[in-house]
């Protein structure tokens, strides 16, 4: 397999057929043809879909195309760093956390004007798992869940990579004016309480935790509302009287919730707690960017947890 190949993929995918990929590229739409089925054959199974209308990705094809756009990023990348620069890189993957942002917009705004680049990358904890084991980011930051700890971690384990563990987040109930718990002067609540109202459940990240899980085994919600994103799941639990679920840091509810006039309650009984942390692969030697925002990660997380 070339690099050049994989170029290609990428060519023939956004341009949508052989011929038209083969002008971009200026090469013969044979040579091209040639070089694809190369590919599927290395591979070992068809990566597209050939119609008269042009060419279309097969599942496996989706998942070698992303990966080619990795593979391709990095390697533009490379061509186009100094040579000869003794310029700090930060490249982190992470699951979505406020405190990794609020981290890493703290060491841009150090490194404004040094030769320093940066590189966030939000995504899914397998996602994470796959860039830090590949050496696509040098670390992740990632949050485990009690119910699924034991897979994740064996799913580092396997991946040749060390959780290093950052702060426990508890859970933590959402109300909006409309609840009449909202009314109430209290920190805390339990879930029979909220057993009587709808839960607001946010797959916005397949995978990650979304509200739902806690009730299993234990309370049963009156009925469920599903959304793809937190902006609505604040509309609706700031609208009405139901409730979300989730691990948000004070910090995030400073800056999300209480700008919808919601109530941030901790969930005294939650069956599930997570830990926040960051991997790497074992034996790996931190970067000096890397440690650095780590470090403004750890003071971060102890401002929290006060």
């Known amino acids: 397999m070339k690099i050049e190949q994989l170029q290609q993929l990428l060519a023939v995918v956004e341009e949508g057929s052989m011929n038209e990929a083969a002008q971009k590229l200026y090469v013969a739409r044979s040579s091209l043809s040639t070089s694809m089925k190369?590919?599927?054959?290395?591979?070992?199974?068809?990566?597209?879909?050939?119609?008269?209308?042009?060419?279309?990705?097969?599942a496996f094809g989706r998942d070698v195309y992303h990966q080619a756009q990795d593979i391709?990023?990095?390697?533009?990348?490379?061509?186009?760093?100094?040579?000869?620069?003794?310029?700090?890189?930060?490249?982190?993957?992470?699951?979505?956390?406020?405190?990794?942002n609020d981290a890493f917009v703290e060491m841009f705004t150090?490194?404004?004007?040094?030769?320093?680049?940066?590189?966030?990358?939000?995504?899914?904890?397998?996602?994470?798992?796959?860039k830090v084991s590949t050496g696509l980011t040098e670390i992740g930051v990632v949050t485990i869940f009690s119910d699924g700890e034991a897979l994740a971690l064996r799913k580092l384990?396997?991946?040749?990579?060390?959780?290093?563990?950052?702060?426990?987040?508890?859970?933590?109930?959402?109300?909006?004016?409309?609840?009449?718990?909202?009314?109430?002067?209290?920190?805390?609540v339990t879930l029979?309480?909220?057993?009587?109202?709808?839960?607001?459940?946010?797959?916005?990240?397949?995978?990650?935790?979304?509200?739902?899980?806690?009730?299993?085994?234990?309370?049963r919600r009156n009925a469920e509302v599903l959304v793809s994103d937190l902006g609505s799941a604040l509309q609706i639990v700031s609208r009405t009287g139901a409730v979300a679920i989730d691990t948000y840091d004070a910090e995030t509810y400073r800056t999300f919730y209480a700008a919808n006039d919601c109530k941030y309650l901790a969930?005294?009984?939650?069956?599930i707690d997570c830990k926040l942390g960051w991997v790497m692969p074992k034996n790996h030697t931190l970067s000096q960017a890397c440690g650095e925002f780590l470090e403004i990660l750890r003071e971060k997380a102890e401002l929290t947890a006060r």
């Open 192 to 219: 029979e309480e909220l057993r009587e109202f709808p839960c607001v459940i946010n797959y916005a990240f397949p995978g990650d935790f979304s509200g739902e899980r806690i009730w299993e085994g234990g309370a």
């Open 72 to 100: 391709c990023q990095r390697f533009a990348y490379l061509q186009n760093a100094p040579k000869t620069s003794k310029a700090e890189h930060l490249s982190v993957s992470s699951m979505y956390c406020s405190l990794a």
């Open 38 to 58: 190369n590919l599927e054959t290395e591979l070992g199974a068809p990566i597209f879909e050939r119609t008269t209308r042009g060419v279309m990705l097969t």
């Open 110 to 130: 150090r490194h404004y004007d040094d030769e320093f680049t940066c590189n966030l990358e939000e995504c899914m904890l397998f996602d994470v798992i796959r």
């Open 157 to 188: 384990e396997d991946a040749g990579l060390e959780f290093n563990l950052i702060l426990r987040r508890p859970l933590h109930a959402i109300i909006g004016p409309q609840n009449p718990l909202y009314h109430e002067e209290r920190e805390s």
């Open 267 to 271: 969930l005294k009984d939650a069956p």
